[in-house]
């Protein structure tokens, strides 16, 4: 019951982000400029994304970010690509 619930406002914004999608193509009627419509269209695409009205995804963390809680990050270089694979060969 608690999935139905959650999901209710997502599908709800996806119909209504399709209806909006269907009347604005070729027209601006119901809004008082493109910049208005855009807008609305960004709402509903935020809420058919699964997202409560001001709520924002999760930004992803960053080797400074890690290290600040005490996750250790090495980065490397990739691996150079030596024989027939790096020539371009068949049996890569």
Same mark, same amino acid.
């Given at each position: ?7 209710? *406002?997502?599908? &709800?914004? @996806?119909? %209504? ?5 269907? /009347?604005?193509? $070729?027209?601006? +009627? ?22 409560? *009205?001001?709520? &924002?995804? @999760?930004? %992803? ?5 890690? /290290?600040?809680? $005490?996750?250790? +990050? ?19």
């Amino acid at each position: 019951m608690k999935a139905f619930v959650r999901m209710m *406002p997502r599908i &709800e914004a @996806a119909e %209504t982000l399709a209806a909006v999608n269907r /009347a604005a193509l $070729g027209n601006n +009627v119901g809004f008082s400029s493109d910049i208005d419509r855009q807008r609305m269209i960004e709402q509903l695409e935020h809420r058919a994304r699964g997202f409560a *009205p001001g709520e &924002e995804p @999760a930004r %992803t963390a960053n080797p400074d970010d890690l /290290a600040g809680m $005490g996750i250790g +990050v090495v980065i490397e270089d990739a691996p150079i690509a030596t024989g027939s694979a790096a020539a371009g060969g068949e049996n890569g």
